[in-house]
């Protein structure tokens, strides 16, 4: 042992598992979006019956909540910036306005949602738009959710007390990580649904 | 490093229902990684019964063993067993036994996240097999899924599905295939962050490398599986029409999808093998593997061009002739690594002093019988042969030598090269020639006569043949394979069974070999590594036992 030059222990300088997994996490979750995408994009112009996407879609609530969720990318950099600084304060708020724009969001598609069922009567088996537009905007809307959810536990960790700078700064990170993959992804969907799949 | 194994000891003395107590609620990869491998096994002999119970049916002409109905069952349980439930399981169960051994960890980054996947492979399974009681659903109709391990549209849809034979087939595929995911979460970030001090990437060993990759495969592959599976949830209970031909949806969408998924699933079936391939050959050939970081790169284009070659199984589709044209180039072009692969082990074994164990034996069957699937793999590639052969037996002889003869028999080699580390004890060599012997003439009395009868014009999947068409003795000489095939099975769990109880101790090298599992003692204690290992070289084990002339004097 002793004739082994230390010179050729290298000591690793990996980044920490968490980021790694959660990366894969995201990796894998990109696939899983693309054949909703792809089934979105193949599909265009192929209804057999109305209604069709230029007949029911009205961009411009759309466009306020994009930015509403895109904004909440923002918010919660604010939000980390504040941890990393111990103020709790600031943090709280940017995570708070986090979550109300998440939730704004959430309320934009659900309205979406009850125009198109109830005035326009298009559902998941009316036709083929119906059947890629719900499954590709209602899965995103899942990850919207479950993105909320993990947004509030830490909100309500804090107001308990239980978040710690140093303990728990990469944490609150990685699920940042996950809110701007969810805020990324919604930028492709829009331009899936509300750009290409608008062409007549 | 004086400490002795306290685990071993403190675990004999338990009582029975404690000690399944243990491992139920283990967090430890080496548990989990065997759990994963025994599971497997089960898997392999249920999916096994099914095969025995196919080539009954067709040893003869008009033949009545098995209804239609249930001969479709059989092939459709026996591929997604196999596929699912054998292949992934055992493959990814040898991963998690030895990624954190080999490059010196005390377990995954993630121990948790190890045990929810494991479990959910079992619930998985245990829900498609549930499907024989309770896949009847309303109408007393279904009862196992039937549709083929692919599972094409239409056949999928609620019409001609009757039943919730389909929907255990999904569910069951999911929910082990979740668990696929978050394992090879685990291994991507027990790879990165995990490593020993010393252990830099390109000295890991092959194993880990081809599991790296295996990793990526699955986190790019199996997402896509699911979503085309909740596509189809959706259209079989939501009355959506993705795959619905009546309202403009594609029935050959679900067959991109599929295949998008399945080649590279077919890689990540086959890359593991490789990896075991890799660490086994240098060892008994006693010498360094040949061209390591071509190994490498070899690996990793083929991960690469492997999502860019479903269309070829999809040639007789009807699809443009440009396109299959662009595929069937991109397939010749996955011939050219993995054929470096190929001559680097020739390469390998080439003047070395080859010590022919059973694990070596099988390693060598594993390099004839997978250059043969390998080749009638590129004449399939080939269009217009493809279009004469599609879906005849010729193909379920190719794919029976690359997964059988390729991927199984790699797994056997690596049981009898780990075994010993596992347990502490070493499998007995006798009985394993036996076992090598009796799978190599079963494995070629049962497929290679595939081939001819598949040139002939046997369809694959009939359930019948009529006489007089000259499948008569192929289809004889497929099935008298089948009883060497269940006394190698049978050897090698009576082999298992006896040297559990009174197998010669293996002590912590049996093999005199070099990388990290075999610097611990066998079976390992818990931790691993009673100190964390450093590692110098690409075979730090080598160094520790030859300081004057180590190996790092020569990277």
Redesign the interface.
Known sequence: ?????HT?????S?????K??MA??I??????????I??YL??IG???SGPLPREVIDIKPVLLNSAALIASSFTVIAALRGLARSNMGVFRFWMLLTIVLGGYFIYGTAMEWRGFIVDHHLT??T??F???Y??LVGFHAFHVIVGLCLLTTILVLSLMGHIHVVRDHLRVELVSWYWHFVDAVWIVVFTTVYIVGMRP | MTTAPIHPTSETSMGFGSRVHSWVISVDHKKLGMMYIGAGLIFFVLGGIEATLMRLQLLKPLNDVLTPHGFNQMFTMHGTTMVFLVGMPVLLGFGNYLIPLMIGARDMAFPRLNAFGLWLFIFGGLLLYYSFIGGDGLYGMGGAPDVGWFAYSPLTSKAFSVGHATDYWILGIMVSGFGSMTTAINFMATIVCMRCPGMTFMRMPLFVWLMFTVGILVLLALPVLTGAQVMLLFDRFLGAHFFDPQQQGSVIFWQHLFWFFGHPEVYILILPAFGMICEIIPVFSRKVIFGYPLMVAATLSIAFISLGVWVHHMFSVGLPPWLNSIFAASTFLIAVPTGMKMFNWIGTMWGGNIRFTVSMLFATGFLVMFLFGGLTGIMLAVVPFDWQLSDSYFVVGHFHYVLFGGTMLAVFSAVFYWFPKATGRMLSEPMGKWTFWMFMIGLTLTFFPMHLSGMLGMPRRVYTYQPGRGFEIWNLISSSGVPFQIVGVLLLMTNIIKSLINGRVAGPDPWDAWTLEWATSSPPPSENFPKIPTCTSPRPLWDRKHPEDPDCFYE
């Not at chain 1, 042992?1 to 030059?5: A, L």
């Not at chain 1, 050729?8 to 690793?12: A, E, K, T, W």
């Not at chain 1, 990996?14 to 968490?18: D, Y």
């Open positions: 042992m002793t004739s082994i030059p050729h222990l290298i000591p690793s990996a980044p920490g598992r968490g790694v997994g894969c996490l990796f894998a979750e990109c696939w899983f979006f693309a054949g909703f792809v089934a193949f599909y192929k209804s057999s998941i088996s036709n083929l119906g059947t890629t719900y499954s």
